[in-house]
């Protein structure tokens, strides 16, 4: 049996130097806000008596937003502009619906052109 320090790991990051790995950084504060979405969205799913556990998110999107504007003040009585990059954030979920088997269609219609419907009707109107 081996400890878990003899196991080869295959992430890049295991790969680098101790150091460097005490170094990196993970996007604690984007997941803490897709985390507290997803919650808000089992809260949305619950008030409308949709179930959890059939619940299927079928569409995220992220959009950019219009930058928030804040001013920094410099030396001298300078003024920079100070501006955070906001983002609009889309996710819908929808319950999971049974697979309903498909009726058997024997019927099949060709398909008319334009002119071929055009006729048709003059020639049910004559």
């Given at each position: 049996?081996?400890?878990?320090h003899?196991i080869?790991?295959?992430?890049w990051?295991?790969k680098?130097?101790?150091r ?16 507290s979405l997803?919650q808000n969205?089992?809260?949305n799913?619950?008030v409308?008596n ?7 998110i079928?569409h ?9 504007r804040?001013r920094t003040?410099?030396?001298h009585?300078r003024?920079?502009?100070f ?9 819908w979920?929808a319950e ?10 024997n ?14 009707r003059?020639a049910?109107?004559a």
């Amino acid at each position: 049996m081996c400890s878990i320090h003899q196991i080869q790991w295959r992430c890049w990051q295991n790969k680098l130097s101790q150091r460097i790995r005490q170094i990196l950084r993970w996007p604690e504060k984007s997941v803490r806000i897709v985390l507290s979405l997803l919650q808000n969205l089992a809260a949305n799913a619950q008030v409308k008596n949709l179930s959890n556990e059939k619940l299927i998110i079928n569409h995220v999107q992220v959009n950019r937003a219009q930058k928030g504007r804040r001013r920094t003040y410099r030396a001298h009585g300078r003024i920079n502009p100070f501006l955070s990059s906001n983002a609009h954030v889309e996710i819908w979920a929808a319950e999971k619906d049974e697979n309903v088997k498909k009726e058997a269609n024997n019927k099949v219609v060709a398909r008319q052109s334009r002119k071929q419907v055009a006729k048709n009707r003059l020639a049910i109107g004559a």
